[in-house]
């Protein structure tokens, strides 16, 4: 042990903290907006559908879709027990990323989780 620690002596490593100045700039966006020109969904393993008909439009998964890929839609829908909704909720699977927030925070498991298939 004595002749590992001869052979490799630990020196201490010191970091220097860079100044304000010296730190590249992060979250930089120079063009707001880009991102709809990126299709962003083409990773996915997993994609959300929503049943229209199990659905009550809480919006919820809406709300938490950390990408924009839920849509409102001013379509109505009327479900297989008679209820009528002015809005339906559609995803873009152009921009959904398979995450499954919104099939985790469904109230009414309206959102299910299928393969997806190429």
């Given at each position: 042990m004595a002749e590992s620690k001869e052979k490799f002596p630990q020196t201490p490593i010191v970091l220097k903290e860079p100044k304000w100045n010296e730190v590249w700039m992060g979250a930089l966006i120079p063009e707001p907006g880009n991102s709809v020109l990126n299709n962003t969904g083409t990773w996915r393993v997993f994609r959300p559908i929503i049943d229209q008909d199990r659905c009550i439009?809480?919006?919820i998964c809406w709300m938490y879709c950390p990408e924009p890929a839920i849509k409102?839609?001013?379509?109505?829908?009327?479900t297989k027990q008679g209820r009528e909704y002015k809005?339906?909720?559609?995803i873009d699977y152009n921009y959904c990323k398979g995450c499954g927030i919104c099939v985790q925070e469904c109230p009414v498991k309206a959102i299910e989780f299928v393969e997806e298939v190429k």
């Amino acid at each position: 042990m004595a002749e590992s620690k001869e052979k490799f002596p630990q020196t201490p490593i010191v970091l220097k903290e860079p100044k304000w100045n010296e730190v590249w700039m992060g979250a930089l966006i120079p063009e707001p907006g880009n991102s709809v020109l990126n299709n962003t969904g083409t990773w996915r393993v997993f994609r959300p559908i929503i049943d229209q008909d199990r659905c009550i439009r809480c919006l919820i998964c809406w709300m938490y879709c950390p990408e924009p890929a839920i849509k409102i839609l001013d379509k109505p829908y009327k479900t297989k027990q008679g209820r009528e909704y002015k809005i339906t909720l559609e995803i873009d699977y152009n921009y959904c990323k398979g995450c499954g927030i919104c099939v985790q925070e469904c109230p009414v498991k309206a959102i299910e989780f299928v393969e997806e298939v190429k």
